[in-house]
């Protein structure tokens, strides 16, 4: 239909640039490679992070250890949870990254208790993680808004789309 569409709009002169910019997946296709590359800044946190998670879900006796470190610390929004990513999806590794990084201060219990957690990021390496998911949220709001459409337009996703241009224009100030 997009092709059928694209050559009668072609005909009619309605196209600019012949109607390159018209397909929308496109758009998916350049988001996934602009996170793709903000997601390879922080590998190394990113796989303490994963390592962390993967260490707390191995054992029942570490979920217990790390459920009593979450209670010892108290501030933790305890509804958001822990959960792992698929590597080769990248809405999946940041909704592991949003997560984890809300559980920093439980982690850093469990580094206390648990000589066997050998994976415990840094100050830093939690520093970048956290900044790097706050970029990254526009992104995965935008990914979710084309998914999730069968036909996504202009108005469901333009707002986003100016979002992620002024964040990345900040992003190239710094």
């Given at each position: ?6 050559a009668?709009f072609?005909?009619q ?7 390159s ?6 758009s ?10 903000g997601l ?8 303490k992070i994963?390592?962390?998670?993967k260490f707390?879900?191995?054992s029942?006796a570490?979920?217990?250890a ?7 610390v108290r ?12 590597p080769?999806?990248?809405n ?11 559980y ?12 066997n ?10 520093n970048?993680?956290a900044?790097r998911?706050?970029?990254?949220k526009?992104f ?11 036909y ?9 789309v ?7 224009c ?5």
């Amino acid at each position: 239909m997009v092709n059928f569409m694209k050559a009668r709009f072609n005909l009619q002169n309605c196209l600019i640039c012949n109607g390159s910019y018209f397909h929308v997946r496109c758009s998916a296709h350049i988001l996934n490679l602009i996170v793709q590359e903000g997601l390879g800044v922080i590998s190394g946190a990113l796989k303490k992070i994963r390592e962390s998670i993967k260490f707390v879900r191995g054992s029942k006796a570490r979920k217990i250890a790390f459920k009593e470190c979450v209670l010892q610390v108290r501030s933790i929004d305890t509804k958001v949870g822990l959960r792992m990513d698929v590597p080769t999806r990248w809405n999946s590794t940041y909704v592991m990254l949003d997560g984890g990084t809300k559980y920093k201060c439980a982690f850093g219990c469990l580094a206390i208790r648990d000589r066997n957690y050998v994976h415990y990021p840094s100050d830093d390496e939690w520093n970048r993680a956290a900044r790097r998911c706050e970029f990254l949220k526009p992104f995965f709001v935008m990914t979710n808004l084309i998914s999730d459409s069968t036909y996504p337009t202009s108005n469901q996703y333009f707002m986003q789309v100016w979002k992620i241009e002024k964040l990345l224009c900040e992003f190239v100030m710094c």
